[in-house]
């Protein structure tokens, strides 16, 4: 294992794969006609090693790579937070993901306690898990009327699902099911690139282990994108620049899965079953965007006595009564969606910063400008690349 790590950061490696990307890229811009090819990192966790090591720094000027949707966190409607606040405030006990608990409301609910974070501070009762199962083993504990708030993609969905299809859940617990499908959102992220196109995807790898490669089959069958499943690793957002580059000069878009160490083709069928057992999908609120068509999670009828909305009486939003819920000013989501990059918004780093995040972006390790707050400065592996190719 330690061997591939080594492998799959080995600078010789990167150094020649930035060489073959520099010869390859203006053919390529050549033969999409669009200069710089935009090409699409979807999860957090690869913006996170693309801006971590430094690679955006490595394109030539004919590529550019975009941070796309890839953090449940940052696109969670401040409508929930607000409703997760206002219960740990009368009482209920809330458990929470430790990302999620400096997640800023909309601060419009009748007070001005932002996050799951204040309302602890004011007197809430609010508890940071690790998983659902945490949540369960300690409400049987304390039997206390309290609520799991969980956000997620289809990586943590079946983690949910899996004590609820199971009977594990108590009694006392409920959970706020607002958990998020990716392939809705990047359809809808390629309509908001309509003028100037998304024109290579670098997929979701650990939405992938779950959902298989094959959940992005329509990127290239209906959009005629390259795509290809990455790892996290240096070499592999190299490799999948590359490859991406490759199908445009051959002028033969495809799906190629290059993290096939983790990736099956059809997913984790199990996996898979869990949250269709559980769950149907339902158009849903993203946060800054609206709603997005069958992008969402809900509890099936059977499984209403966990559901936090049936038993707590919490309304569901809907498109007519969803507002924008953004603070006033934050660009979280233009940056979202790849329109705007983080620097672009007047507050980073100036009144939104990690220490005191304005905006859902700069909350989770996965948000773009928490990202790009920590590492924006590049990595030593890119530059030491960059130096050695005259590119500095
Ligand atoms: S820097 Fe802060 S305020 Fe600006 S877009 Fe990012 S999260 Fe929003």
């Known amino acids: 294992m330690q061997v591939l790590e080594q492998r799959l950061r080995s600078q010789d490696l990167a ?4 060489e073959k990307i520099h010869k390859l890229a203006p053919l390529a811009a050549k033969r999409v006609g669009q200069t ?6 979807f999860c957090g966790t690869h913006e996170y090693t693309i801006t971590h090591y430094g690679i955006r720094s490595l394109m030539p000027p004919e590529v550019e790579l975009v941070a796309g949707p890839g953090c449940p966190v940052c696109i969670t409607p401040a409508y929930y937070v607000d409703v997760a606040i206002k219960l740990s405030l009368e009482g209920i006990r809330v458990y929470t993901y430790g990302d999620a608990y400096k997640l800023p409301g909309s601060g419009r609910r009748g007070h001005d306690i932002r996050s799951l974070e204040e309302a602890r501070a004011a007197g809430g009762d609010v508890v940071v898990v690790y998983s659902v199962l945490d949540a369960v083993r300690m409400a049987r504990r304390d039997r206390k009327p309290s ?3 969980a956000v997620g993609f289809e990586t943590t969905a079946p983690a949910t699902a899996s004590p609820v299809v199971a009977g594990m859940v108590p009694e006392n617990l409920k959970i706020l099911n607002v958990h998020r499908l990716t392939p809705p959102i990047m359809r809808y992220t390629f309509a908001t690139h309509r003028d100037n196109p998304i024109r ?3 997929a979701p790898g650990h939405v992938s282990t779950i959902v298989g490669a094959k959940a ?10 390259p795509t290809v499943v990455a790892g996290f690793e240096p070499i592999d957002v190299l490799l999948a620049v590359l490859e991406i580059l490759r199908q445009h000069i051959e002028g033969r878009p495809r799906l190629v899965n290059e993290y096939s160490r983790a990736v099956k083709w059809e997913g984790n069928k199990r996996a898979q079953k869990l949250i269709d057992e559980c769950c149907e999908v339902v158009d849903a609120a993203w946060r800054g965007i609206g709603f997005v068509p069958k992008s969402g999670l809900a509890f099936r009828d059977k499984y209403r006595h966990v559901d936090a909305f049936h038993e707590y009486g919490i309304k569901e939003l809907t498109p007519e009564e969803w507002k924008y819920d953004l603070p006033p000013g934050c660009r979280c989501a233009e940056v979202t969606l790849g329109i705007a990059k983080p620097t672009d918004c007047p507050l980073f780093m100036k009144v ?7 905006g859902p972006c700069m909350v989770s390790s996965e948000g773009a400008c928490a990202v790009w707050a920590r590492f924006g400065g590049g990595g030593g592996l890119a530059e030491e690349i960059a130096r050695s190719l005259g590119i500095a």
């Open 36 to 41: 710089p090819i935009k090409i699409m990192d």
């Open 352 to 358: 939104c910063t990690p220490g005191t995040p304005y």
């Open 216 to 225: 992005w089959k329509f990127v290239v069958e209906e959009y005629g994108i």
């Open 147 to 149: 609520l799991f708030l």
């Open 15 to 18: 150094r020649k794969i930035v």
């Open 200 to 202: 290579g995807v670098i």
